[in-house]
């Protein structure tokens, strides 16, 4: 299906406006990273945007285009105004009408041992903060949910893909904006609580600067990270989740199991959930957690 | 691999002729091998309970600075050949130090064989592996065994460092024979995932493990 010019043209310029706006304001060290460098390295993402008005999944078009296209450019960033076959965290479904914002992006996936777990933390960081600007005090529920009040307004699903021995990490971002919600659903939307709708190409162009952001942070950290500097990732984290402190349910797929209820007690340097249970403290670093507080 | 009659038979005959795995048993360190507590003929057990929280049998003692430690077996069977002159000796890491033949039981038969005559759809990554969704729902109303996967169908989702990765099938149609996984199980790199095989020549598998059940009582 052909993306639409016309609304490229639109997400394009209010990407860059957001981004100049974004760097105008930000202080000339970002958690003490130049801002030059952080968004030097941050600007890959979205440097070729392709807008279509219904796809299955946007992640299943990066995979095909990362297999087909020899010469595919990283940060390459696929939004559909609907998607027909949108899944969730373990295949589970994801529902994603007009109205919503729905996109991925491909990261080329050459990260350290050390720095890869926090990749998924960070982007929840980045919608956190980009939807912050319009208002709304959403918080990230580890790994990487977007909640307001107990309820969800953003989801991301990281997969990998693999092609001729190189490894890309694919990025799903679904953020509920105008759509409506199933009444089923835990859910809530921008205009749920804004009480009014929003410009689609504007929430686009704000969440993906502050995704240029974050994704530079990342990249400029683990630079430094090499010659022995420590990573800023556990403190951006804690600027954004309430998960420390809460007590929750953990469990690899708490749809189908009971899981366990444990108190997080801290992430620690390797973006892993610290967590205490009966005086035991232990790690806990993939898998889904759900407050119950 | 093509499976007919004929195959089934050859494949019979060589457990039937063999139906026993030797198990080397090497020095997990250096140290000085300072006693045998087996002689060759010996049963030995491996692991037991359900934790495996029971250990095996004894079979030497090893001492690596004035702290022997006893050895033991990790599988069930006869101690078969010791290497006595490392008696008192000082040994490398990995050199063997006595084999257990152990007779294969029906259950370990039937892996075995269908290692041997499935398509082993193996783990790309030691990763936690769930089955993907619709598998999971054909395989809950069909039973295993009779579900046919195409060419791009997703077989399972490895989850790994906060990230999935859809594994799918390549190749022609093919019936999910086994899945070696439990949802959720973390799985080592090279370990067995799925044993697929073609649809005509699932009835030659089947056939083939009654005829093992028939011979090997449990």
Known sequence: MAHLKGLVANFTKAYHRALADLKEKEPPLIFGLPKDEVFRRGEIIASDLQVYPELERTTALLRRQIAEDLSFKEGTTVVALRLTGAKGRLGRAWFAPPGGLWFSLALYDDFGPETRAWLPLLIGCALAEGVRFFGVPAKVKWVNDLLVAGKKLAGVLTEQEVCRGERWSLVGIGLNVNNPLPPDLPAISLREILGHPLSLPEVFGRVAACLVKYYGIFRAAEVRYLVGERLPFKRIFSLFSDTPGRTVVFGQDLQREAGEVAQVLEIDEKGRLVLEKKGVRFFFSGGEILYLD | MALDNQKINQLLQSFRANPYRIFVVVTPHTGYLREFLVKEGDEVKGPAGKWLEKPGSPLFVLERERNPKTIRAKASGQVAKINWELQGRFVEAFTPVLEIKHTLTQKEIIAELLRKILHIVTAPEKARYFLSPELAQKI??????????????????????????????EGPPMVVFRVFFARGQMVDQGEPLFGLCLEEERPYVEKLIARVKEEWPT
Do not use: Q, W
Request: proline content about 7%; glycine content about 10%; aromatic content about 4%.
């Open chain 2, 140 to 169: 809950e109303k069909a039973g295993e065994g009779r579900v046919v996967v195409k060419p791009g169908d997703e077989l399972a989702i490895m989850s790994f460092m906060k990230r999935e990765t859809p594994i799918v099938h």
